[in-house]
T-cell receptor
Framework: GDSVTQMEGPVTLSEEAFLTINCTYTATGYPSLFWYVQYPGEGLQLLLKATKADDKGSNKGFEATYRKETTSFHLEKGSVQVSDSAVYFCALSGYNKLIFGAGTRLAVHP | DTAVSQTPKYLVTQMGNDKSIKCEQNLGHDTMYWYKQDSKKFLKIMFSYNNKELIINETVPNRFSPKSPDKAHLNLHINSLELGDSAVYFC??????????????FGEGSWLTVV
């Protein structure tokens, strides 16, 4: 079945460091891909999405490109802030549901 | 206005009790969902409804019974609560099914603790 694999965390970075969180997927067909973020004690918020191959989603300085050839959707940010500390979830669209990766916790220190 | 709202946000209850979590969305969406997030943060679909009809029941025990009185509401009732039911339950909605690339919007979660 369809699945999403994310790099294990936690990822610990200093402020202004470059961030990459790897995400790869297995799917039949051509799903849409998403990154959601969960701040401590809060619900899930959509961070960005891409609906077809080679699309780039971007929001709040975060970017991810839908790579069909490598079945990947890696999340990147050039300069992280303390306020980016959260759990990040990669997800793909299945039949009437989202299939999530296990989540990657990011901790950014001043 | 909160787009997807669920109540209560926190719930502590004893084993064996029956409890309900209510969810409402004011986005005009046709599809609503319940997701469960376990202690390791893993998120898994429980139910999906489209226009009040059950679309997905993802091998959830019969003690969990969703009810959708109209397409803006999807409530979750849990009978005979067990320790393993302790989790965060997220309600969500989308314009149609997510397989068309539509964004799913999540509520803030209901933190259920069974003691």
């Amino acid at each position: 079945g369809d699945s999403v694999t994310q790099m294990e965390g936690p990822v610990t970075l200093s402020e202004e460091a470059f961030l990459t969180i790897n995400c790869t997927y297995t799917a039949t067909g051509y799903p849409s891909l998403f990154w959601y973020v969960q701040y401590p004690g809060e619900g899930l918020q959509l961070l960005l999405k891409a609906t077809k191959a080679d699309d780039k989603g971007s929001n709040k300085g975060f970017e991810a490109t839908y790579r069909k050839e490598t079945t990947s959707f890696h999340l990147e940010k050039g300069s992280v802030q303390v306020s980016d500390s959260a759990v990040y979830f990669c997800a793909l669209s299945g039949y009437n549901k989202l299939i999530f990766g296990a989540g990657t916790r990011l901790a950014v220190h001043p | 206005d909160t787009a997807v709202s669920q109540t209560p946000k926190y719930l502590v209850t004893q084993m064996g009790n029956d409890k309900s979590i209510k969810c409402e969305q004011n986005l005009g969406h046709d599809t609503m969902y319940w997701y469960k997030q376990d202690s390791k943060k893993f998120l898994k679909i429980m139910f999906s409804y489209n226009n009040k009809e059950l679309i997905i029941n993802e091998t959830v025990p019969n003690r969990f019974s969703p009810k959708s009185p109209d397409k803006a509401h999807l409530n979750l009732h849990i009978n005979s609560l067990e320790l393993g039911d302790s989790a965060v339950y997220f309600c969500a909605s989308s314009p149609t099914g997510s397989d068309s690339g539509n964004t799913i919007y999540f509520g803030e979660g209901s933190w259920l603790t069974v003691v």
